[in-house]
């Protein structure tokens, strides 16, 4: 796209796309958009965007290790997005 397109665009964008969210994540706020992949060693991996100046904060639904920040995140533990930001976790399972 060349772009970083507004919240309202980059939701209308992930709708048409996929109209079913694919990636496991409910109850999301408006500002945040989550994508999945799979590792080529077959853990999951998560994509959060936040595309708001305020922190929203989501309930994690699984045993998660933050990627970018090196830290692991327990299932039922608040995870808490920057402003305008971008978090990529991997799917620990059951610990």
Same mark, same amino acid.
């Given at each position: 796209?060349? #772009?970083?397109?507004?919240?309202?665009?980059?939701? =209308?964008?992930?709708?048409?796309?996929? *109209?079913?969210? =694919?990636?496991?994540?409910?109850?999301? *706020?408006?500002?945040?958009?989550?994508?999945?992949?799979?590792?080529?060693?077959?853990? %999951?991996?998560?994509?959060?965007?936040?595309?708001?100046?305020? %922190?929203?904060?989501?309930?994690?639904?699984?045993?998660?290790?933050?990627?970018?920040?090196?830290?692991?995140?327990?299932?039922?533990?608040?995870?808490?997005?920057?402003?305008?930001?971008?978090?990529?976790? #991997?799917?620990?399972?059951?610990?």
């Amino acid at each position: 796209m060349g #772009t970083v397109p507004s919240a309202d665009l980059a939701q =209308a964008l992930a709708g048409w796309l996929a *109209p079913v969210p =694919a990636h496991g994540w409910t109850d999301l *706020p408006a500002s945040v958009t989550a994508t999945s992949a799979t590792h080529p060693d077959g853990r %999951r991996v998560h994509f959060l965007h936040n595309w708001s100046w305020d %922190r929203p904060s989501i309930a994690s639904s699984s045993n998660f290790h933050n990627v970018l920040e090196g830290h692991p995140i327990g299932r039922g533990e608040p995870i808490i997005l920057p402003p305008w930001g971008v978090m990529v976790l #991997t799917e620990d399972g059951d610990r």
